[in-house]
């Protein structure tokens, strides 16, 4: 699986079978688009707004209501199990939480004034890999102060099931 950032909070996760972008801000081609918020939404024959669940091309989506206007997504893909989830303004609560056991990904967006926040939703939900996003130079260098390393900014993160850390946390900056 290939995993890039275009903007904001907009990734693209290109896995074996299907092509997947969160919160894209324009037309692109993808077999999936999905939105955390109703309003932003593209009309596409593959877009999904809201929670409910989901089967695309293989791809196996859980959109979890946080309030009328926003939903965190989990699905998996190459067997991979990934959260993406951005404008959180509290803890999840535990009927949220059933939805994401053994989480391999975490897509998350932060802002300097929630780092608590943050903290507390990566130990709910445990992820292998911790993909913050961040417009801020600031909140770049807190997160990376948060987990104790200098991980330097990358264009693209690829991966198997098999690349995953088995015993640590890892941090993945995209550009």
């Known amino acids: 699986m290939d995993i890039t950032f275009s903007n904001k909070d907009t990734?693209?996760?290109a896995g074996k079978?299907?092509?997947?972008?969160?919160?894209?801000?324009?037309?692109?081609?993808a077999d999936l688009l999905l939105f955390t918020s109703p309003v932003a939404k593209i009309a596409a024959e593959r877009s999904f707004s809201g929670p409910g669940e989901y089967e695309v091309m293989?791809?196996?989506?859980?959109?979890i209501e946080i309030d009328e206007t926003n939903t965190i997504y989990s699905l998996v893909a190459d067997d991979i199990h990934i959260i993406y989830g951005v404008e959180l303004s509290a803890p999840l609560t535990d009927a949220q939480l059933e939805h994401m056991d053994d989480v391999d990904i975490l897509i998350l967006a932060v802002s300097d004034d929630?780092?608590?926040l943050m903290n507390k939703l990566i130990g709910q939900i445990e992820p292998k890999v911790l993909i913050p996003l961040m417009s801020l130079d600031s909140e770049l260098n807190k997160i990376k102060a948060e987990f104790g390393k200098d991980t330097e900014?990358?264009?693209?993160?690829?991966?198997t099931k098999r690349d995953l850390p088995e015993d640590s946390q890892q941090l993945v900056i995209l550009k």
């Open 153 to 159: 900014p990358t264009e693209r993160y690829k991966l």
């Open 114 to 116: 929630k780092s608590d």
């Open 17 to 29: 079978s299907a092509t997947i972008v969160f919160n894209p801000s324009s037309e692109v081609r």
């Open 11 to 13: 990734i693209k996760l």
């Open 58 to 63: 293989g791809t196996m989506v859980d959109g």
